[in-house]
Structures are given as C-alpha cells and as structure tokens.
C-alpha cells in the first residue's frame, strides 16, 4: 500500500503495550520523513517511555514536541501527549498492570479527542488484552469500544490487505457462543455496512461479497449442522432482495484453498478466528485491521505486541505503515464520495442512521 495524502490530517496514534513491539514500529516508521510527509502525528504516550525505546533503538533524528494537549501540537510535526503516571516502569517482554493502565489511558484520550475533531483519525498500536482487561477495559477490543462511544451497533470487523478484505459477524468470542450470534437480522445488517463501506470508503461501485459457512463443509445441506439452512441462506436471501450482490454459504476450506476469494470485493466470516486466521495466512503481517461502519475512522495492526520480540529491533512495522494509509485512502474516499453524491448522501441520511 502506498500513501495518497489529498488533504493534510491529524493522525492520533495510541502507542499501545509499552512492553511490546509498539514504539519500535512507530519510531522505525517515522524514522523516515517521507513516512508522515503532509501528516501531523499526535501519539498518546509518554515522552519519558518514548524516549527509552528511540535510545534501545539507537533512533536519534527524529524531533518530537511534547504537549500537554492537542491544543499545543505542532502542525507537520511528531507530537507525544503524555497519558502515563511519571513512575511507570517499562518491562519488555512482559505483562504488567501499569502497561494495561497505559494502554486504556491512552485509548480514552485519543477516543475523546477523535469525538471532539481534534484528531481526524486514529490508528492504535497493540495491546495485550488480559492487561487492558484488568486496567479496567471491558470490551472484547478497541473496534467495540469505538462502536460504543459513537452508539454505532452494527460495525464490522474488516481486515484489509492486498490481495483480499475478510470482515467477520462476530467479535473475539468464546468459540461456544458463536452459534448463538449468529442470526438473520445480524448476517443482515452485516452486510449491509460491510456493502455500504466498499461502496464508499473503498470506492468499489458494485461489490461482490462472498459469505462463508460455520460448520463443515458448510454443513453439506444439514447434515453437520443447521446454521446454514436455518440463517446463513435466508439472510442471503433477504441481502439480495435489497440488491446486495451476495453469494454462499461457502466451505471456508474449498473457497480458501481454490483461492475463490480472489473473485470476490470482500468475504463475511461468520466468526473472529475464521476470519484473521486465514485472513494471516493470506497477507501476512502486512494486513490492517478496520472498524467499518464507524462515522470516523480507525485502524490498527493485525498483529500484537509481540512480547518474545519485544526491544530487539527485530519487528515488521509494515502493517503500522498499511494501517495508516490505509485510514488515509479511506478518508479520501469519503470526501470523494461527498463531492459526487451529495443529494444522494442527504437522502440517505436517514437510512445510514438505521445502521448505526
């Protein structure tokens, strides 16, 4: 993926698990100038935390201001707002409560400031979820607790990359509590924000989606299960008399394997490791993770924080790089979609809320 930059935004970027690989990719990725060209950076961090991992990494020409808040960053540049207690500790390679603490801190900021406009977009870094789950964050992952915060129920999980785009019906989940999440209405209403953002935060005119099944074989007509017959086909059904162009329930193992998805704009996974699992396999570490249907926009790795890795200058920043271009093409998109359809776009305000 390469940068596009149409106009000139404020990225806000959560520096993640302080542990973990997260200043490594960043710092590696603004090592080059051209990285954020046009590009003003705020990350949601600590200068002191910064300036440990830029001195592991023997990182010296890069300037960064330190501020207070957005109100004092600097345009065009890199800047660090400080969202850690001055005694954390860094502790590479390791889970610890003060780098969960780190994380949700910086996580709220940034979502305040995205909600209030002062950052255009958000990109977040790793983090470690049983930490952040005991500093107090109750969500199954960042993609949720922006759906919360803008009160936007039917988001989709979408993984982005080169060669394909898997969203999946369900968030991170206990395996036994897929079958009862997934129904009708949601492969529904899935499909419908995943059709609505290819149209237009990836300007696809008429997307071709591919939905896969659950069980083996995608239950081969009701012999391993009834999820397929009783719910997947009839929300097919119903997606298609709105002129969503949809196809399946699909074998995962068959569509996969004869490489399928290269026929299709995008795959609906019916479950979260469905879809990253393959979706990994495909891409590699180079992928992005996006929380489409979002009224903003917001990306993230598709990896975390690596902690067997963690301070030895040995991790890929390519899906850090991919995910902020990736949010930048997207909001380019949408400002391209603005200046085509505005009648149509007024029309169907009242629809789009339906969806959010």
């Known amino acids: 993926m390469e940068k596009n930059i149409q106009n ?15 200043y490594e990719i960043l710092f590696k990725s603004l090592a080059d100038a051209l990285f954020y060209e046009g590009l003003t950076i705020v990350v949601y961090g600590s200068p002191k935390i910064a300036a440990y991992h830029r001195k592991m990494l023997n990182i010296n020409n890069i300037t960064v201001n330190n501020a207070k808040d957005a109100t004092e960053i600097i345009q065009g540049g890199i800047n660090i707002i400080n969202v ?11 889970s610890s409560i003060q780098a969960g603490e780190c994380s949700v801190a910086a996580l709220n900021r940034a979502q305040a400031d995205l909600k209030n406009g002062l950052i255009d977009i958000l990109v977040t870094l790793p983090v470690n ?5 005991d500093a107090g964050f109750r969500f199954a992952g960042i993609s949720e607790a922006l759906a919360q915060e803008f009160n936007c129920k039917n988001f989709v999980i979408t993984f982005i ?17 897929v079958s009862e999440n997934i129904t009708i209405e949601k492969i529904l209403w899935k499909l419908r924000t995943l059709n609505k953002s290819l149209k237009e ?8 989606i591919a939905v896969l099944g659950v069980n083996p074989f995608a239950s081969d007509y009701g012999v391993f299960g009834i999820e397929e017959g009783d719910r997947i086909l009839p929300a097919i059904e119903k997606a298609n008399a ?4 949809c196809f399946g329930p699909y074998s995962p193992e068959g569509f996969f394997a004869s490489q399928a998805y290269k ?7 019916m479950y979260y490791d469905q879809a990253v699992l393959t979706f990994r396999l495909i ?9 489409a249907g979002l009224p903003v926009v917001s990306t993230t790795t598709v990896h975390g924080p690596a902690y067997d890795i963690a301070g030895k200058g040995l991790a890929d920043e390519s899906s850090f790089k991919n995910a902020l271009y990736t949010a930048i093409d997207i909001c380019n998109a949408r400002k391209t979609m603005e200046g085509i359809v505005p009648l149509k776009k007024q029309a169907e305000l009242e629809a789009d809320k339906k969806i959010c």
Do not use: W
């Open 161 to 177: 990359g080169q060669k394909c785009k898997i969203a999946t019906l369900t968030s991170a989940m206990p395996v036994a509590k």
């Open 242 to 245: 709105e002129e969503i162009i």
């Open 129 to 133: 979820q049983f930490n952040v789950f």
């Open 283 to 291: 891409e590699g570490n180079s992928g992005v993770c996006y929380t």
């Open 84 to 94: 850690c207690d001055e005694n954390t500790r860094v502790e590479l390679g390791s």
């Open 201 to 208: 935060d990836f300007l696809i005119r008429k997307p071709k």
């Open 8 to 22: 000139k935004y404020v990225i806000g970027i959560t520096h993640g698990d302080i542990n973990g690989i997260g």
């Open 263 to 269: 026929k299709f704009d995008a795959v609906l996974a």
